[in-house]
């Protein structure tokens, strides 16, 4: 048995890749809190929906298109983490027209964060009772 082929661990590698790519788009909001005219970006949330039926279809959460000879171009996605991202401004616009909230950024930040060691949890207890099932112990 193959560990990738697993569906909760194919999709609890799909939902850190999500976070990941989130985390990135927020560090660039507020590195640019100060930038004249910057939009506050995010990342299209995840469907589970869509998630369960990539797993059962076998997708496992690759997109996009696949070099299946040495000669092809390897295609890199153009948004973090090959998800979707799209503006999404804050409450309030600055003056200068920037909608970056440093208050609402750390955040969906902390929210992220928080997210991701969720799941990497999940991850190891979901190793972790593997290794209990086959009769294994320890790292």
Same mark, same amino acid.
């Given at each position: 048995?193959?560990?990738?082929?697993?569906?909760?661990?194919?999709?609890?590698?799909?939902?850190?890749?999500?976070?990941?790519?989130?985390?990135?788009?927020?560090?660039?909001?507020?590195?640019?809190?100060?930038?004249p005219?910057?939009?506050?970006?995010?990342?299209?949330?995840?469907?589970?929906? =869509? +998630?369960? !039926?990539? $797993?059962?279809?076998?997708?496992? &959460?690759?997109?996009?298109?696949?070099?299946?000879?040495?000669?092809?171009?390897?295609?890199?996605?153009?948004?973090?983490?090959?998800?979707?991202?799209?503006?999404?401004?804050?409450?309030?616009?600055?003056?200068?027209?920037?909608?970056v909230?440093?208050?609402? =950024? +750390?955040? !969906?930040? $902390?929210?992220?964060?928080a997210? &991701?060691?969720?799941?990497?949890?999940?991850?190891?207890?979901?190793?972790?009772?593997?290794?209990?099932?086959?009769?294994?112990?320890?790292?």
């Open positions: 048995m193959n560990l990738p082929d697993v569906p909760l661990l194919s999709m609890l590698k799909g939902s850190m890749a999500w976070l990941e790519a989130r985390q990135s788009v927020l560090s660039q909001n507020v590195s640019n809190a100060d930038t005219n910057y939009v506050a970006r995010d990342v299209k949330p995840l469907d589970f929906a =869509e +998630m369960l !039926k990539q $797993s059962a279809d076998g997708d496992k &959460f690759h997109h996009g298109l696949a070099t299946t000879d040495s000669r092809h171009i390897a295609i890199t996605p153009s948004s973090p983490g090959g998800f979707d991202s799209a503006d999404s401004p804050d409450i309030e616009t600055a003056p200068n027209g920037n909608s909230s440093l208050e609402e =950024e +750390m955040i !969906k930040v $902390s929210e992220t964060q997210q &991701f060691q969720a799941a990497t949890n999940l991850y190891s207890k979901a190793l972790s009772m593997m290794r209990t099932a086959i009769g294994k112990s320890g790292p």
